[in-house]
């Protein structure tokens, strides 16, 4: 397919795609360019007009082009809890997908296959039944090895970094102890669900890692909503 998301700086100003694109088992057929991202360094997620529960990925609030659609589903659906979208229309293919299975406190992660990696499953689970650690495993390019990842609950300089509430969570490269990754909930908005910003060295973790970071915190919030 040639609507594969374009790196983050480009205006994604392409006609929506078919509705037959809808399908599930078709993923986005072009990698994404050398020393480029698919994510900003700094982005929001913001409420999809027309949907009660829908977000968008975008640079701020009134941002006409948005990046990427985030669709969600309940459990009497067929469809994956959370789906990522690969443009800022709904009817896209997905490039990841949460799903949230019964009796478990776990997530399960996909990531579609593009030609940079093959379809990818993953688990989110916390790390004990008394912990607010989440953790899941990534490959990072030029390595055979799964590394282990973390979401913690965090009101370090990398969350107040970002100006939103004070507290919410950083991502911890293990095998480092590096913050690669920090989110937290803005201070006053109706549209606004949550600001994350990618830290540390981008070209070492790479594009697969940034899209498993961001669909494991895209499970996570739709996670919390539902327990509202």
Known sequence: ????PPPYSASPNAPPVPVAA????KSPSQSIPQNSHRFPKDFGFYHASG???DMVV???ENDPNPLFYISTHSGFSSKPSVVL??????????MATADFPSLTSSIDIELKASPSYPTERTTLAKDGVFSTCKVFYCTLPGSNVNERFEWKRSSGQEVASLHGRGHGDKLVRVKTGEVVAAW???RMSTKKKGKMSFLGNREVLGDKFELMAVICMLGIMEKARRRK
Do not use: C, G, I, Q
């Open 51 to 53: 949907s009660m529960t």
């Open 58 to 60: 975008a640079l701020s």
């Open 1 to 4: 397919m040639d609507d594969a």
């Open 22 to 25: 809808k399908s599930f088992t």
């Open 184 to 186: 937290t909930l803005p």
């Open 85 to 94: 979208h690969s443009t800022r229309y709904e009817t896209s293919p997905p």
